[in-house]
C-alpha cells in the first residue's frame, strides 16, 4: 500500500539533546512537509520541500533542521536550541505542491516527549 | 493576515443529531478550502474540499459549500454516529511567496450513544 510512514510513534528527548524524527513516503510525490501540532491549536508549518535537494523554512523553524536528498525522505531534527519540543509532529506530502489544489496526505505523527 | 477560525470545542452530540461545525477565513485571493478529519492518534486525512465560490464539497455524509461573500465553509451532517467522534479542521490553500496551507485550530467531536 501506498502512504507515508513516520517513525518512532513515540520519542523521548533529553535536555540538550538532538533527535531525529523519520518520515518515509512512496507515493512518489514531489513535496513534502512537516506540521507541529500542539493541544487546541491548529497545525504549524515547520519547513517544506518542493523538490529533492531543496527546502524551505515555514512559520516555526528556530531549533529545526531537514534534509531532502532522497525524493522519499524527508527526515526533521530536533535541535536542542529548541526550547519547547514537546508536541505532535506530522509529516505529509502531496504530488506536487498545494499551489495546484492538491490535498495533504499525512502520515499518523511522531509523539515527542522532553524527559 | 490570512487566517481560519473555527468554533471552539468540544462538542458533544447524541448519535443521530445534526451537527454543524462553523469555519470561517480571512484570506488575499481566492483560496481552496478543506475539511481534514483527525481521529485519535492518527494523521489527518481528506474530509471533503471546495475550490470555488459556491462549490459543495461531500464525502462520507458531510458537507460543506464555500461561501465567498461571508467568507465560510461550515461543515454540516444530518445524523452522526459514534464513528464520527474526531477533531475536525478547517484549511485553506493558497499561493504566497511560498504553497501554503492555513489549519484552523480544530474542534473535537464526540458522539454518544
Given at each position: ?115 | ?10 462538542v458533544t452530540l447524541s448519535e ?98
Amino acid at each position: 500500500d501506498g502512504g507515508i510512514t513516520q517513525s518512532p510513534k513515540y520519542l523521548f528527548r533529553k535536555e540538550g539533546q538532538n533527535v531525529t524524527l523519520s518520515c518515509e513516503q512512496n507515493l512518489n510525490h514531489d513535496a513534502m512537509y512537516w506540521y507541529r501540532q500542539d493541544p487546541g491549536q491548529g497545525l504549524r508549518l515547520i519547513y517544506y520541500s518542493q523538490i529533492v535537494n531543496d527546502f524551505q523554512k515555514g512559520d516555526i523553524a528556530e531549533g529545526y533542521s531537514v534534509s531532502r536528498e532522497k525524493k522519499e525522505s524527508f527526515p526533521l531534527t530536533v535541535t536542542s536550541a529548541q526550547k519547547n519540543p514537546t508536541a505532535f509532529y506530522l509529516c505529509a506530502s502531496s504530488p506536487h505542491g498545494v499551489a495546484t489544489n492538491e490535498k495533504l496526505f499525512f502520515g499518523s505523527g511522531t509523539q515527542l516527549s522532553v524527559l | 493576515g490570512d487566517s481560519v477560525t473555527q468554533m471552539e470545542g468540544p462538542v458533544t452530540l447524541s448519535e443521530e443529531a445534526f451537527l454543524t461545525i462553523n469555519c470561517t477565513y480571512t484570506a488575499t485571493g481566492y483560496p481552496s478550502l478543506f475539511w481534514y478529519v483527525q481521529y485519535p492518534g492518527e494523521g489527518l486525512q481528506l474530509l471533503l474540499k471546495a475550490t470555488k465560490a459556491d462549490d459543495k464539497g461531500s464525502n462520507k455524509g458531510f458537507e460543506a459549500t464555500y461561501r465567498k461573500e461571508t467568507t465560510s465553509f461550515h461543515l454540516e451532517k444530518g445524523s452522526v454516529q459514534v464513528s464520527d467522534s474526531a477533531v475536525y479542521f478547517c484549511a485553506l490553500s493558497l499561493k504566497t511567496s511560498y504553497d501554503k496551507v492555513i489549519f484552523g485550530p480544530g474542534t473535537s467531536l464526540s458522539v454518544i450513544p
